[in-house]
DNA sequence: GCGCGACTTTACGTTAACGTAAACGTAAAC
DNA sequence: GTTTACGTTTACGTTAACGTAAAGTCGCGC
């Protein structure tokens, strides 16, 4: 039942990045690719972070703090005493997400305005003009 | 019935950024404050700017992004041909902002296990545990 | 006149997240 | 045997978004 890997050619296609990207996260500690002779080998988890490491991307995170969050995972950072820690950590990240949302919907709302008056005036040039390319 | 303008220092202290970022922005032409002799004077309309500057920043955009989208206000921008590249741009950032709701969401419920899983780690040890430092 | 606080300009420094180029190894294809 | 495709390392370059330091101006309070 050998685990499934992937090239780093394999990656960079299938999420839209650079080579030079991924070994740029393992250059990092963001991933630890396996080994075979010189070329690297990609494990299913290691294709995960990087899925992972890309989303926060979109939403804005710096690399240190995607790791941040994907780390909350990992059994061994359960210090007990910094469990606590763990949790305030938690609190504030979601904080800052609701945050987020409500400036995309406040951004999203903005769009929808704009777009109204693009089309009322689409419309109304319609009525006066004939060819687009006189 | 004088528009009321504000300082450098009030608007950087209300939005808790420094005076270079407020003349930073001015540099890339995001604003464009009146001169009293040497010193700036911001109107309303500036410190909105900056407001909406800052939400883009909140939710990942560049200064560049944040413009573009704060400029699609501009009537200037009404060139009737250029109307529909525009609504098609407030479609693709429209897009942009539901994936990162979504993104955000997917993060959001992984803090949610993450947090479930450190209260009950919590609680067992504190069936254990008496004196925190012994 | 003198210091202060708030404003200004000029300019070099910094960090993150890669881009890009050089120079090389290896294995399959022609 | 050499071109093609994929992999590697090393290392300098680049952009955005400011930080920071130097040096000067301006009105006030004493």
């Known amino acids: 039942?050998?685990?499934?890997?992937?090239?780093?050619?394999e990656l960079s296609r299938e999420f839209g990045i650079t080579t030079r990207t991924i070994r740029y996260y393992e250059e990092k500690g963001l991933i630890h690719p396996r080994r075979e002779g010189?070329?690297?080998?990609?494990?299913?988890?290691?294709?995960?972070?990087i899925k992972l490491i890309l989303r926060g991307k979109r939403i804005g995170m710096t690399l240190e703090e995607s790791v941040s969050v994907i780390d909350l995972y990992d059994p061994?950072?359960?210090n007990a005493t910094?469990?606590?820690?763990?949790?305030?950590?938690?609190?504030?990240?979601?904080a800052a997400l609701l945050q987020q949302k409500a400036d995309i919907d406040d951004t999203l709302s903005s769009l929808g305005e704009v777009e109204q008056l693009c089309s009322r005036a689409l419309q109304?040039?319609?009525?006066?003009?004939?060819?687009?390319?006189s």
């Open 1 to 9: 039942m050998a685990e499934k890997t992937h090239t780093i050619s």
């Open 38 to 49: 010189q070329t690297r080998l990609y494990s299913t988890a290691d294709r995960v972070r």
């Open 76 to 78: 061994n950072n359960n």
């Open 82 to 94: 910094q469990l606590q820690a763990l949790v305030a950590t938690v609190q504030e990240r979601r």
């Open 124 to 133: 109304e040039n319609l009525l006066v003009i004939d060819s687009p390319d």
